[in-house]
Nanobody
Framework: QEQLVESGGGLVQSGGSLRLSCVAS????????IGWFRQAPGKEREGVSY???????YYEDSVKGRFTISKDNAENTVYLQMTSLRPEDTAIYYC?????????????????????WGQGIQVTVSP
């Protein structure tokens, strides 16, 4: 059974940092890509970052230069290091598995393409 579990969220002051983890089970990151998404209250879920099975990465403009996505295939885990956090980063963050990974993407693959989702984790950035 495929499963994703996020951890590492919490409350942080503006300008602070957090590192989110997404642990995969039931499948291997050697063959899947992982996307990070977020959903703020009253807003649609939006893409944040993506890492393909070959390690290539993508960032939305809103987080470029502040967030870093990485993975450890041995641990079957993807990380999202978030720095210089802003109140507008406040949201529930989700990781999701893409069974048809793309390399060198210029836009996030659509939400409907992700087969497995984590339960989500709250990130709150205070002013």
């Amino acid at each position: 059974q495929e499963q994703l579990v996020e951890s590492g969220g919490g409350l942080v002051q503006s300008g602070g940092s957090l590192r989110l983890s997404c642990v995969a089970s039931g499948f291997t990151l050697d063959y899947y890509a992982i996307g990070w998404f977020r959903q703020a209250p009253g807003k649609e879920r939006e893409g944040v970052s993506y890492i393909s099975n070959d390690g290539s990465t993508y960032y939305e403009d809103s987080v470029k230069g502040r967030f870093t996505i990485s993975k450890d295939n041995a641990e079957n885990t993807v990380y999202l290091q978030m720095t210089s956090l802003r109140p507008e980063d406040t949201a529930i963050y989700y990781c999701a598995a893409d069974p048809y990974p793309l390399a060198m993407i210029t836009t996030m693959p659509p939400i409907r393409g992700y087969r497995t989702w984590g339960q989500g984790i709250q990130v709150t950035v205070s002013p």
